[in-house]
């Protein structure tokens, strides 16, 4: 019975600290599926469950090349 109050109260408390690490990832893991792209997001494919794939966009003179 402790074990299970334990593992209820980890998942518990931890359900509100999701971040980008638990995000569906898309197009190569460089995307994020989301419900709508923001400004600085580009839209490059689709997701299951109606999303969007959003992809950050990089301005000309910021290359990964460098």
């Not at 980890?10 to 898309?26: G, I, M, Q, T, Y």
Request: aromatic residues 14%; positive net charge.
């Amino acid at each position: 019975m402790r074990t299970f109050l334990f593992l209820f109260a980890v998942f518990f408390l931890l359900a509100p600290a999701r971040n980008a690490f638990f995000d569906e990832k898309c197009f190569k893991l460089n995307g994020r599926c989301m419900n709508s792209c923001r400004k600085n997001e580009d839209l490059v494919a689709l997701c299951q469950k109606s999303l969007k794939c959003c992809l950050t966009l990089q301005p000309c003179w910021k290359s990964k090349d460098d």
